[in-house]
């Protein structure tokens, strides 16, 4: 991520869940000779079990011909944290967002210590992502990153990312109105904090897809992302990492859903899966050729 900071690229981090998610990221890595990081996060580590999505993660980085991060998306408390370390991650987030500064300083700092003594990077978050409700201004205001506590947080606690609250937020519904970034504060930030600046609640939610996965029987009116200029814009200002789960969660459905609806007689779940499989794949391969990491590998 440092390079790509430096060279004015981003490195897709792409949620997996299972095999098949997993093997459209690296599929799409491979097609695009881009870097790739496949994050896990705690609930995933409780539906698969971590013995299992970990060899899965492992045996597509060691085959594949592009470099394959794993990463711990979300780690909720040090023990998390500790034990994705030990297991061989090769970085781990600690999300300390909804403590105070101080409590979040000292979480991320006991992380970062026995982190680095493993050669594991460490990935934190300062600013709590917009929620999907609507909230007034002032609250919205309050919840967002603030560029001077950044750079404070980022020297107190020599963690190698920081992930930043610039009016994303997480899932398929991220706002009512205009979809609108604070870029002005995300400028603001990157001149203060030159580590990478991670982007969550990345997700476009292309209406193409959503209206597919409504042809097909969903019920997603009024789902909306982020404009892909305003991703390239957060890229030339110092975003070096972002996160995308919902764009490939829509591809999929989609697929599922008109496969099932177009192939009634179809009761293989390859032939079921594997279409959503590739779907996703195209998802992240755009992904890649945005964000200027195709190529890169
Ligand atoms: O960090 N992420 C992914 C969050 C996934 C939460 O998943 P679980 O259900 O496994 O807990 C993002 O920032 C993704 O943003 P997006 O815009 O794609 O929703
Ligand atoms: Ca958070
Ligand atoms: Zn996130």
């Not at 997996?16 to 695009?32: D, F, K, P």
């Not at 700092?109 to 002032?138: M, N, P, Q, T, Y």
């Not at 990312?161 to 603001?188: C, M, N, Q």
């Not at 030339?236 to 969660?249: E, F, Q, W």
């Amino acid at each position: 991520m440092v390079p790509a900071r430096k060279n004015g690229y981003a490195i897709g981090a792409f949620n997996v869940q299972n095999l098949e998610s997993t093997l459209a990221i690296v599929e799409a890595a491979a097609e695009e000779k881009s870097p790739v990081i496949m994050q896990i996060t705690p609930s995933v580590i409780k539906y698969a079990g971590l013995a299992y999505i970990i060899s899965i993660v492992k045996t597509a980085a060691q085959s594949a011909p592009v470099p394959v991060a794993m990463h711990l998306d979300h780690g909720e408390d040090f023990e998390t944290a500790a034990k994705c370390v030990e297991a061989g991650f090769t970085s781990v987030m600690i999300d300390g967002s909804f403590l105070s500064f101080e409590e979040n300083s000292a979480l991320t700092k006991r992380v970062v210590d026995i982190a680095h003594r493993k050669g594991v990077s460490v990935e934190a978050e300062l600013g709590k992502l917009a929620g999907v409700e609507e909230r007034s201004v002032e609250e919205k205001e309050a919840i967002l990153t603030d560029p001077d506590a950044a750079a404070e947080f980022v020297e107190k606690t020599g963690v190698d990312a920081l992930a930043v609250a610039i009016g994303t937020s997480h899932g398929a519904y991220k706002f009512k109105s205009e979809a609108k970034l604070d870029l002005e504060r995300l400028k603001a930030i990157s001149k203060k904090v030159s580590i990478p600046l991670v982007l969550h609640g990345a997700s476009n939610v292309p209406q193409w897809i959503v209206e597919k996965a409504n042809k097909y029987g969903a019920a997603l009116s009024g789902a909306k992302g982020i404009p892909e200029e305003q991703i390239k814009q957060a890229i030339s200002l110092g975003i070096a990492k972002i996160n995308i789960d919902t764009d490939l969660r829509l591809a999929f459905t989609a697929t599922v859903r008109e496969v099932l609806t177009n192939s009634p007689k179809e009761f293989d779940p390859r032939k079921i899966l594997g279409p959503a499989k590739d779907a996703m794949k195209e998802v992240a391969k755009s992904k890649m050729r945005l964000f200027g990491s195709s190529g890169k590998a």
